[in-house]
């Protein structure tokens, strides 16, 4: 019921006065507009207004209704109120038992005050009647349609709707009436259905009732939207409810006992047999008490008993530790891997420190190397050392923190992370948990794994780990971490720290051979159901796969190659046309096809202006090619190759360089004027940066000047400075091996890396002739041949 008021007095009327026929009674209201055909209920209060209301019904008068601008003005003034009212009359003035008055009015029409009365006991005013627009055109015609259209579909959206108020929105023909109507309905404000009794052209009417409907539609049509989808719920809550009921009198009137009770049983029983912290039991037996008390039924239980089954499947303690044999570690790893000394030699020392100190907290160890080289299987040696059990979490492509972390309980199919799952599923909390490929963990919009890390890999902080599903503390303390990866520039720096740096280096020639000849030819044969006096590899051809059809750091490639060989056999050997094959070098040809790789070397390097360079890549080192040429010119310096900055400004500066040197070198200066200098470095596709190659560029524009030729058996690597000095670069250990590998025999290095001489593999130290570079006048000296190439 609109209201006029909320105050009360209980003055009493004034006399009774002549009003001008010609005036109209006022009645001003608080929060309420009547509209022109509308009937609405109004509470009076005020005495003035009860006079006005008492006169009006003594002289059979009609009323004007007419809206405060401010609600909370208890005595208003012409200055107060609006100067459109509805002409209203009196249906019917009602006295409630409470004391309160109410007058029944009917809308008339519109009117707008001209001016107050004075002298008179309560408002009243002259006014001028507003006629409604008759004038019709498409454009009104079509907003009668369209809001006559969102009228109904409000009014069959409204709960509980009376059916002849649709039908009265259907009959209406005149598009004032409609807009009037519809607006006296709609839930806004006093002061937004003023704005619209004001509005007399009625085609702007009829736009702004239509934009106040189109807002109340839309939150009808969702609230009405909820309530289908919550009935839906509900009705299917209900139904499973009562099948539940119906199943559990069935088992009681089948003895079967109460099915609930026994689980809560047996999850008590669980709980015991965990010995879990005392804050971990507290928890679970909360949980258990919440789960004893909800229906079946209800959509969180079964969330609960999930919960609980995690927390009793967890290994909470500690077995008892297994004694280390430090001999018997030694002879596993030698069993299961070739080489790698000063590796096994840590492995080892770490192993001897858990011997002497179970309780202390274990270092966290990360393996870095190119693919291939044996850090995965290196972990699950030092699991077997260990005599402990191996899991491994993979981290490659990990980009939310909820994969480390788990998920909160609140989600629907929440889970912990990878971290807790690897534990629950070896069912140890003292296993070897490799974490690998931890450098490629990405970050993403749900959050940074890497940093969810940092708590897992600090032994300071790991003994009471809060996983977001079990959100208790749980501890890693006793969990032996070894992670892998390949390239430790993406590892962030907080979480490089917390892990202590084991580098595998690529392998030599030699050590491939003896690791192909010791596991991978065993390996290859049971996989391919092949046994050892069926079929054979020569050594010679063992060494021509290496080095003719693979070329890594690693013996992934080698593996496969070997695995194709042997399956060549395999088909000889079912086809019963040999008893058994032995494969030598002249039959490569015919197994692998032809040899993938050659010696480029020799024939890169045959003319003046090649040099061969070395490189570090995220997989290892590698070989690459510094090739320059002369051609008639202005002087310029053209560079191609896909060359980063870095490089670009070595070979900027390896070009100043080698003009600055000309006499020394031997050439005429007017050479620089006339011709032009094209640098290029093979592989145009893959992109190439770094300062290491300023001695191999240096190099090969003195080769290509001089008309010497570079030495086949050498390459280089080094940053140089404007002033001849070879600076350090990094890297080493990985390019050395590279370049053993390759089949070359001499190194130049800056002298300044003696330091990493120590990291080479023994195997690329014996096979190598190490030259220590301080200026680049040396490596002219060391790399050139000493005449000059005629033509």
């Not at 209060?45 to 002289?59: C, D, F, I, T, V």
């Not at 809560?264 to 965990?274: F, H, N, R």
């Not at 570690?329 to 590796?343: N, P, T, Y």
């Amino acid at each position: 019921m609109d209201s006029e008021e909320t105050s009360h007095s209980t003055a009493r009327p004034e006399a009774e006065v002549r009003i001008p026929s010609d005036a109209l009674i006022i009645v001003p209201v608080r929060d309420a507009v009547i509209f022109p055909g509308t009937v609405a209920p109004i509470t009076i209060a005020r005495p003035r207004s009860l006079a006005a209301a008492q006169q009006a019904l003594r002289e059979q008068r009609a009323i004007g209704i007419l809206l405060q601008r401010k609600p909370e003005t208890e005595e208003p003034a012409p200055d107060d109120l609006h100067r459109v009212c509805t002409v209203a009359n009196i249906v019917r003035y009602i006295t409630a038992p409470d004391g309160t008055n109410h007058l029944i009015c009917q809308g008339v029409q519109r009117a707008r005050i001209v001016d107050f009365l004075l002298g008179t006991p309560f408002l009243a005013a002259r006014i001028i009647e507003i006629p409604e627009p008759t004038a019709t055109s498409p454009e009104i015609q079509a907003r009668f349609l369209n809001l006559q259209r969102q009228a109904v579909e409000a009014i069959e959206l409204l709960p509980q709707a009376p059916p002849e108020l649709l039908a009265a929105f259907q009959s209406l023909t005149s598009p004032s009436t409609l807009a009037d109507m519809a607006t006296s309905y709609l839930d806004i404000k006093a002061q937004e259905k003023q704005e619209i009794l004001e509005t007399i052209d009625v085609s702007k009417r009829m736009e702004k009732v239509s934009q106040f409907l189109a807002e109340r539609l839309e939150v009808l049509r969702l609230t009405n939207e909820i309530g289908q989808k919550t009935k839906a719920t509900f009705d299917e809550r209900q139904r499973e409810a009562i099948l539940r009921e119906q199943m559990a009198t069935i088992q009681r009137q089948l003895g079967e006992g109460d099915g609930k009770a026994q689980e809560v049983a047996e999850l008590t029983e669980a709980i015991a047999k965990a010995q879990m912290p005392a804050e971990v039991d507290s928890q679970a037996k909360k949980e258990l008490r919440r789960y004893e008390r909800m229906p079946e039924a209800a959509g969180e239980a079964g969330m609960v008993r999930t919960y609980l089954d995690w927390l009793v499947e967890l290994p909470w303690t500690v077995p008892a530790e297994k004694p280390i044999d430090i001999a018997e570690a030694r002879r596993i790893l030698d069993e299961d891997h070739f080489g790698l000394e000063k590796i096994k030699t840590r492995i080892i020392e770490y192993l001897a420190v858990r011997k002497l100190a179970p309780q202390g907290k274990a270092p966290i160890l990360c393996l870095a190397g190119p693919p291939g080289v044996g850090k995965t299987s290196l972990g699950q040696s030092i699991a077997r050392a260990m005599g402990k059990t191996f899991v491994r979490v993979s981290l490659g492509g990990v980009h939310d923190e909820a994969e480390i972390r788990g998920h909160r309980r609140t989600y629907i199919g929440a889970l912990p992370g990878n971290i807790i799952q690897g534990i629950k599923k070896v069912g140890a909390r003292n296993c070897v948990m490799m974490l690998d490929e931890i450098d490629k963990m990405g970050r993403g919009v749900q959050g940074d794994p890497s940093a969810a890390m940092l708590e897992v890999l600090d032994p300071e902080q790991n003994s009471t780990f809060r996983d977001n599903y079990l959100a208790v503390p749980f501890d890693l303390s006793r969990v032996a971490f070894i992670a892998t990866a390949n390239n430790l520039e993406t590892v962030p720096g907080p979480l490089l720290d917390r892990m202590e740096i084991i580098s595998l280096p690529g392998y030599t020639q030699d050590e491939k051979l003896e690791i192909a000849e010791r596991y991978l030819v065993r390996r290859q044969l049971e996989a391919n159901g092949l046994k050892p006096e069926q079929a054979e590899i020569e050594t010679e051809a063992l060494r021509l796969i290496i080095k003719g059809y693979t070329r890594e750091a690693g013996v992934r490639s080698l593996e496969r190659e070997i695995g194709r060989a042997l399956r060549f056999a395999a088909v000889k050997i079912a086809e019963a046309s040999s008893s058994k094959v032995a494969i030598e070098p002249k039959d490569l040809v015919t197994v692998l096809g032809q040899p993938r790789f050659e010696g480029e070397i020799a024939l890169r390097t045959s003319v003046p202006g090649v040099a061969t360079g070395l490189a570090w890549t995220p997989v290892g080192g590698d070989i690459l090619f510094i090739e320059a040429s002369r051609v008639p010119g202005r002087g310029g310096l053209l560079l191609t190759g896909q060359l980063g900055d870095v490089m670009r400004e070595s070979a900027q500066a390896a070009m100043t360089l080698v003009k600055s040197r000309a006499s020394e070198l031997g050439v005429d200066p007017a050479l620089f004027e006339k011709s032009d200098i094209h640098v290029h470095v093979p592989a145009g596709a893959t992109p190439k940066d770094g300062p290491s190659a300023g001695v191999a560029m240096f190099t090969a524009l003195a080769s290509l000047l001089t008309n010497r030729t570079v030495r086949k058996d050498t390459a280089m690597t080094g940053e140089i400075s404007l002033r001849g000095l070879v600076l350090p670069v990094g890297g080493i250990k990985e390019k050395v091996v590279a370049a053993a590998a390759a089949g070359l025999t001499r190194v130049m290095l800056p002298a300044r890396n003696k330091r990493d001489y120590d990291d080479i593999p023994k195997g690329a130290r014996e096979a190598l002739e190490f030259i220590w570079l301080e200026h680049v006048d040396e490596a002219v000296k060391e790399a050139l041949e000493a005449d000059a190439i005629k033509g």
